[in-house]
């Protein structure tokens, strides 16, 4: 079963404009972390932002935010003032159980976005 | 942050022959790697768990005699791809993660092309 759903599969934002890119997630485990991550047409992963399950205030890190919504199980990414830069792929992913190096990661089917000029 | 290096970026190889990736972490020691596999235009998928010193554990339907996994080293771990063929053409990416932190280090990843 999908434990990572990204509804979106492609965004437009206009330059210098807000984007809100959503994740909801499926987890019995009261202990899990939320990752976003960024993947430009080179591959590799950039690391956005985490969110794990317990902390109280949303996650922010410079431009990116992290709306979390424990009860309605979402944690939808929000980048504010988008840059050309910006526009890559962006996946959703879920750490289950508490922070051991060996908890797995895995990841939803990604949100493509295009930051028009 | 950390650095995890992967390598080779790029490999062509002709079908019926092995490929070997390896990640490294460069400035911590990983007792876990993990190993995924990116299909174009679509998300990763984890296709096993390498621990260091044992067996590396296999996601359902990811076949352990073709895609052999060895962790020999803390900083190190390799994945080999046995008797290509065009369908493993892919692109493979490896990740660590630092005992007590949060974030997963990715590598660079391996773009695969068997021909």
């Known amino acids: 079963a999908q434990k990572i759903t990204q509804t979106q599969p492609g965004m437009f934002v206009q330059e210098k404009e807000a984007v809100t890119l959503d994740c909801t997630y499926d987890t019995s485990d009261p202990s899990y972390g939320l990752f976003w991550y960024k993947q430009p047409s080179s591959g590799e992963m950039i690391f956005l932002i985490y969110q794990g399950s317990y902390d109280q205030q949303n996650a922010t890190e410079g431009r990116y935010s992290l709306n979390f919504q424990k009860a309605r199980k979402s944690a939808n990414l929000v980048i504010s003032a988008s840059q050309l830069g910006d526009s890559a792929m962006y996946f959703c992913a879920m750490r289950e159980g508490r922070e051991t190096s060996y908890d797995k990661v895995i990841f939803g089917p990604g949100t493509s976005l295009s930051v028009i000029p | 942050g950390a650095v995890v290096s992967q390598h080779p970026s790029r490999v062509i190889c002709k079908s019926g022959t092995s490929v070997k990736i390896e990640c490294r972490s460069l400035d911590f020691q990983a007792t876990t790697m993990f190993w995924y596999r990116q299909f174009p235009k679509q998300s990763l998928m984890l296709m096993a768990t390498?621990?260091?010193?044992?067996?590396?554990?296999?996601e359902q339907g990811v076949e352990k005699d073709k895609f052999l996994i060895n962790h020999a080293s803390l900083t190190l771990s390799t994945l080999t791809v046995t008797s290509a063929h065009p369908e493993d053409s892919s692109f493979y990416i490896c990740?660590?993660?630092?005992?007590?932190?949060?974030?997963?280090?990715f590598g660079q990843g391996t773009r695969l092309t068997v021909v």
């Open positions: 990740s660590a993660r630092r005992q007590g932190n949060t974030e997963a280090f």
């Open positions: 390498s621990n260091e010193g044992s067996k590396a554990t296999y």
